[in-house]
């Protein structure tokens, strides 16, 4: 029998978090019916066979990135919704029902096609995390800037970008994160999940501006909440994560924004990045390797690439 909701959470190193999860999804008692899927992201050690009850383990050889471990997860799963999960979260009660009610209220009051949606995020405190935000500009970047200046708010959800509302009510946004969203399979399959292109970062942002060109909605239910444990962490304190960060980003405004904004983001990077080597919250190698890759990111190549992948799949 197909499953209505299809959960995939994708593990790496860390087996209590992972266990935690699929332990409390199923003990849900869901409006449906709903099968897991733990995706072990190449972990040292593997994830054992029995370490995770209730769940289909698949394993992958290689860490290519959260978006390739989620699209291996999709393409196994049978259920006509994909809940795409971290394992670092808590549920403080069963999102599922609130989710899924949001694209029957939606789709029934007329507001077109919902592609997907997302739960307000928290912190373990109770205080409010990044859930969603509008699509990336310049603007956007200054704006988070001076609001993490104001707040002394260092968090990597934060610095992502975003916005939190205090209204109880759904609301349209541009895209929400992809630590916790719920996917429409005829969404999904129409842009063909997330792009592993991007190995980390962004590749939320991607696949809900994707969902937005084919004609599909993104929607914030802020009536359900989900803790997220791993959204406190100081995003200049990993050097993978920085530069991780700062390809896909390059990567999104090369493939969606003007030629002109891309060479704006480029000055501003590098001014940026240099100031945070002189001010020492970089190491000087960090800010040589950052800047580097904004040097030799091409946006001419990275749209020719995409061009010719959209064109093959069309």
């Known amino acids: 029998m197909q499953s209505t909701v299809s959960s995939i959470i ?53 860490n290519r ?74 603007f956007a970047e200054f704006m988070e800037r001076r609001r993490q200046e104001q707040s002394r708010d260092t968090s990597a959800i934060a610095a992502a970008g975003g916005a939190v509302t205090p209204s109880p009510y759904d609301r349209h946004v541009d895209w929400i994160t992809g630590a916790c969203m719920l996917v429409a399979r005829d969404a999904w399959e129409t842009v063909r999940g997330f792009d592993e292109a991007y190995f980390f970062y962004f590749e939320d942002v991607d696949l809900c501006t994707r969902l937005r060109r084919a004609g599909f909605a993104t929607v914030f239910v802020p009536r359900t909440s989900v803790v997220h444990f791993g959204g406190g962490s100081d995003p200049l304190a990993n ?46 190698e960090l800010g040589a390797q950052v800047l580097e890759t904004i040097r030799t990111f091409s946006r001419r190549d990275e749209r020719r690439q995409f061009q010719e992948a959209e064109r093959v799949h069309s």
Not at 23 to 36: A, N, Y
Not at 248 to 261: D, F, G, H, K, P
Request: contains cysteine; proline residues 7%.
């Open 10 to 62: 994708i593990h790496f190193n860390n087996v209590e978090f992972t266990r935690n999860v699929v332990r409390q999804l199923s003990g849900f008692t869901g409006p449906s019916s709903h099968e897991i899927i733990v995706v072990d992201n190449a972990s040292e050690p593997p994830l054992a066979a029995d370490a995770v009850p209730g769940a289909r383990i698949v394993r992958i050889g290689e």
């Open 65 to 138: 990135g959260y978006g390739h471990a989620c699209n291996r997860g999709a393409d196994l799963a049978s259920g006509s919704h994909l809940f795409i999960l971290n394992n670092d979260l808590d549920f403080p009660e069963n999102p599922l029902p609130s989710l899924l009610a949001a694209f029957d209220s939606r789709e029934e009051g007329g507001r077109g096609r919902i592609g997907a949606v997302g739960p307000a995020l928290q912190f373990e405190d109770g205080r409010p995390q990044r859930s969603w935000s509008n699509f990336p500009t310049l």
């Open 239 to 284: 050097p993978r994560i920085v530069l991780s960060y700062r390809q896909a980003q390059l990567r999104y405004y090369a493939r969606y924004n003007s030629a002109m904004m891309f060479i704006l983001l480029k000055l501003y990077l590098r001014r940026k990045f240099r100031r945070l080597a002189r001010s020492g919250e970089i190491t000087p």
